[in-house]
């Protein structure tokens, strides 16, 4: 006789929908991964580029990086580090619709930190398309060195490394990705050993951009600038206080004061 909860198992899986069909790597700009799945993005809109003020250098560097992966030549993976709210995920989604919009075969695929044990499925699913990737990881960081090493494997040294039309950018907060944690150091044979382990995984990354604490002109610069964008008025002085009343200055701080500044007078953004 059969089990009642085998057969309750069989006819809820039979009133599952099946799993979603894979997005076609071809024909779409974004895309997200869970780890098992592709999928499109729907309504990329990265912000402009040039509305993105005071991080030039870095708008530079990683943009031409971008170019020369769109047009098959040599590029490095990106590790884009420091201060919250400074810029670094909009940036990477500005550089990839500034690289599309120049004609440029390129499409992001945002992968969570979770799905870091899929991304070998993921390269394997992306090799030989004839385009290129960005694979974006967000906010990513570890407790331990040894969280970092699988990932230090994709990224070079591995047995299976990630295809040449693939390229890794991961932002974070932590420059170094791990913790310098100075006990684990002192009680170590050799602390140089724990203080190279933690720095190995970033140094895996060709191309290493910092991003700093926002003063107040620079805050005020980037208000005016998506005040100009969205024909909406500038006032410097209650920027700031909106600002101050925040305890912050950041980039993502003057976006959230021109998305209320913009809801006061009745405009959407």
């Given amino acids: 006789m059969t089990d009642p909860l085998f057969r309750i198992a069989e006819a809820l899986e039979r009133l599952a929908p099946p799993p979603p069909a894979a997005a076609d790597p071809l024909g779409h700009p974004a895309y997200g991964w869970d780890g098992q799945v592709l999928r499109a993005t729907r309504g990329f809109r990265p912000v402009p580029l040039d509305r993105l003020v005071g991080i030039e250098v870095q708008k530079g560097a990683l943009t031409a990086n971008l170019d020369r992966l769109a047009a098959g030549a040599a590029a490095h993976d990106v590790l884009l580090w420091g201060a919250r709210g400074t810029g ?3 940036l990477v989604k500005a550089s990839v619709g500034q690289v599309q919009a120049t004609g440029g075969a390129l499409a992001l695929v945002e992968a969570p930190a979770t799905a870091l044990d899929g991304l070998p499925r993921l390269f394997a699913l992306l090799d030989g398309v004839a385009r290129a990737f960005v694979v974006f990881v967000d906010d990513l960081g570890f407790d331990t ?3 970092g090493r699988a990932l230090r494997s994709l990224l070079e040294g591995g047995a299976e490394g990630r295809p040449g039309n693939v390229r890794l950018i991961v932002t974070a907060n932590r420059r170094h990705l791990v913790p310098r944690d100075l006990k684990e150091q002192d009680s170590a044979i050799n602390p140089r050993d ?6 190995a995984l970033a140094d895996r990354f060709g191309l290493s951009l910092g991003f700093h604490v926002v003063d107040q002109d620079q805050y005020v610069a980037i208000v005016e600038r998506y005040c100009a964008a969205y024909t909406l008025p500038f006032d410097a002085h209650d920027a700031i206080g909106w600002a101050t009343k925040r305890g912050s200055r950041s980039g993502r701080v003057a976006w959230q004061y021109v998305t209320d ?4 007078h009745g405009k959407a953004v």
């Fill in 261 to 264: 500044l913009a809801g006061r």
């Fill in 194 to 199: 724990t203080v190279d382990d933690a720095l």
């Fill in 145 to 147: 060195p040894a969280e």
């Fill in 88 to 90: 670094k995920s909009a």
